[in-house]
Structures are given as structure tokens and as C-alpha cells.
């Protein structure tokens, strides 16, 4: 038997495809992104065993004048197949007479998998398993539209995944979203889009209103920290002092951070920012 040892191989983040093709001149594409889709780290970045359900996280870049990127990451797991460095053939039906069974086990093999994350090194692998690998979908906006674009990240792998409804690339979809539906302006207007049973709302408050808001549920703040807490954090916050928000769950942290800083309302958390902070910083 071949070895089976998964946790030897390691993937190397990469960006696989983006839209726009070409990067607006005033505002290109960050290139820690992958590192932010991936925030525990390279070590985890690892082929599995066993499929996993999807998971959804956010973060937020920051850049010279203050403006804010908003990230929403849906990470799904696909068949990972490995492939030679010519890109044609699959490991595990590769042939090898000149090399001993035991150099086949013990050797490294540099590979490169196409359109999937870059492996590094890995040993030969039993062709008796599966194995998938993580795949990361990035939306990312300017607007703070969280539960927006989760839902609609969630409902777009449903569609594609779950159903046959789906009479368009998925491509097409991300351009719709991203280049045809209009963000509203401050004030009583509000976009709706539909996809499969769910009706996601944008609606941006006017720049007065004495109301903080974001576009999350202020109960999950109230889940995560008792009364007590998020009276000192908002007072820690208000006297201009640091925070480390930590959580088991990535997806807590910039929805929980959002909100901490929407309750400073009409104030305005000036300093830095960073809600997921990935392992590499």
C-alpha cells in the first residue's frame, strides 16, 4: 500500500479567477486576499479525508485613507486531484518502473494542479481514496452589506449545487451582482434581489440618522458577550483603546467587530482594524 499520510501535503493559496478580468486602476486587487480567504494559515490548507459542509466567514482590509473592503468568503470542498508537472496525469495512475516501491513511499513529488491551490509537496497517495481540498469564493465590496451578500453567497452554492435551475454560468451570476445590481443611496430607497425562496435586501440609512445600523443582528453580539462586556467593550472603544476579539468561529468576528463599532454611532472608530487577523501577521 501506498502512503496514506494526508497531513504531508501542503497547498499553496492562489487566485484562480477573478471579475473584473482587470483590476480598476484606482483600486486593484489586494494580493494578501488568498491569505485572508485562508486566515489560520497555510498549515491548514491540507487535502481531507472527508467532505466538509461549506462555511462562511468576512473580513475587512483597510487602506492609506481609511477606506474599508469588505470581504465575505463562502469556502467550499471539491475533489482534489492531483496532477504531474506536465498537468496531464493523474499521481495515482502514474507509473514509475524505475523507482523502487519504497522510494515511490518515502520520495517527494513536485506537482501543479491547473485551476486548483498549488501543491507544494506531497508523498504518493493510495489510489483507494478521496480527497478534497478547500476552494474559496470571495465577494468584495465596499459596502457593509454582511447578512446581504452571506445569504446570497449561500443561496447562489445552493442553486448551483442542489438544483438544476440554474440556466447560466455561475460566472454570470457574480458579474450580475457585482456590475448590474445598483448599491441604493442614503436615505428610503432599498434594493431587493431574489434568488431561490430567499428576498435579500440593500438599504442604506440616511447619513443623519441618529440610529447606528449595519446590516447585521445585533443579537449575535448580545449571544456571544453578557450586558457587562459589551458595556466595557463600548467603553474601551470610546476611550480609544485596543480590543482582541477571539473566537472558535472566523464568522463571528467581523460581525461581532461591525457591530461594536456601529454603537459608537455618531462617533467613528479611527484606527486600525482588523477583525480576522490571518495567521501569516
Known sequence: DFNDDIHDCILEPVITAQYPPVNHPDNPLNPMIPQFCHPHGVEYIQPLHEYKMPTIHHFVLTDAKGGKLYGTCLTVYEEFLPYS???????????????????????????????????????????????????????????????????YRTQLYRLATTTNLMSAPIERYIMNIC??????????????????????????????????????????????????????AWYTLACERKILLVSSQSSLLTVCAEILCSMLFPMKWSHLYIPVLPRFL
Not at 495512475?93 to 491551490?117: F, N, T, W
Not at 478534497?132 to 465590496?141: D, G, I, K, N, T
Not at 440618522?209 to 448580545?222: E, M, N, R
Request: net charge negative.
Open 85 to 151: 508537472s506536465d498537468g496531464i496525469h493523474d499521481l495515482d495512475d502514474m507509473s514509475l518502473p524505475s523507482v523502487r516501491p519504497e522510494d515511490q513511499e518515502r520520495g517527494y513529488v513536485e506537482c501543479a494542479i491547473g485551476s486548483s491551490p498549488t501543491v507544494k509537496r506531497h508523498r504518493r497517495r493510495s489510489r483507494n481514496h478521496t480527497y478534497y481540498a478547500p476552494r474559496v469564493l470571495c465577494l468584495l465590496s465596499t459596502w457593509p452589506y454582511l447578512s446581504a451578500f452571506r445569504t
Open 179 to 232: 456590475a448590474e445590481v445598483p448599491a441604493p443611496p442614503p436615505g428610503s430607497f432599498e434594493v431587493q434581489l431574489s434568488i431561490l425562496d430567499s428576498n435579500i435586501r440593500f438599504w442604506a440609512p440616511p447619513a443623519d440618522q441618529p440610529i447606528p445600523y449595519v446590516s447585521v443582528q445585533y443579537g449575535v453580539l448580545f449571544e456571544c458577550l453578557d450586558i457587562g462586556n459589551v458595556l466595557f
